[in-house]
Every structure is written in C-alpha cells, then in structure tokens.
C-alpha cells in the first residue's frame, strides 16, 4: 500500500485508500486468480468437511478437505490442487450493530515460501467472510510467490 500511496504523487483520500486496501487485501476482482465457488460445509463429531468448487480462471476443480473446522478444511481442500497455506491468525469484526451488520475477516498466513502475507473478506455471513479471506490469501500467496 505504501507503494502505491508514493507513486500516485499526492496523499490519498478515504475513498482512494478504502479502494487500494480491498484491492490489496480482498484480491476478488481478480478474473484469472483463485475463487471459491459453491460448497458445502457438514460438521462430523469433531470435523469439519468441506466440499466444493475452487476456480482457476477458467478451470474449475471439485475438492473436498476435512480439517477441525470450516478454515482447516478449505486450506486441505486447497492441497488437493497444490495450493499449500498455513493460516498463522485469524481475526473477525462486525462493520455494523444489529443482525443485518456484515463481517469482516482477516487472516494472516504464509506459503511455500514463508513470506507473511494477508487476506481479507467481507460478507454477511460470518463463515463465508472467513473463507472469502483465506482465498484473498490464497491470491496474495501464489501471485506475489
């Protein structure tokens, strides 16, 4: 961020700052980059399984991971294609008060080259926002590796 805050040769505003962190941290809008398509979550005794659509681009690959939890299970779903991860901290907040208020969630992780990196996401729904900010990880970890 702070690159790009240099290089546009003034300070930048609220709306210019809020649009250069989603595109640095949220890493959605990217049509070639990793997205989670549909999936499903089911809970066994002490497992989380999750199973589902990872896109590539064009590619689509059906996965399924199994961890302690919805986060573990997509980062064991992202191995079966050759995404590895580890997630090192995870956080989440509300953007709002009430039960309409949307959810923010970050994660901080590394890839195969140990480099720390961070992922964001934002949505409604609490679970999703985390799986939303473990592939804005994802992202960040394969295209800056």
């Not at 590895?84 to 959810?103: C, F, N, R, V």
Request: charged residues 20%.
């Amino acid at each position: 961020m702070q690159q790009a805050a240099d290089a546009s040769g003034h300070e930048l505003g609220r709306d210019e700052l809020v649009a250069l962190f989603l595109r640095c941290y949220g890493r959605s809008d990217d049509p070639q980059g990793w997205a989670l398509g549909e999936y499903g979550l089911e809970r066994r005794t002490e497992q989380c399984c999750l199973a589902g659509e990872l896109r590539q681009g064009l590619a689509a690959h059906v996965v399924q991971g199994i961890g302690n939890g919805p986060l573990s299970a997509l980062v064991a779903a992202l191995a079966v294609v050759g995404v590895e991860i580890t997630i090192d901290d995870y956080s989440e907040h509300a953007l709002g008060s009430g039960a309409m208020a949307q959810a923010v969630a970050f994660v901080e992780g590394h890839g195969s080259d140990g480099k720390a990196r961070f992922g964001m996401g934002i949505d409604a729904d609490t679970g999703h926002a985390s799986l939303l900010a473990v592939m804005a990880l994802v992202i960040g970890c394969v295209t800056t590796a």
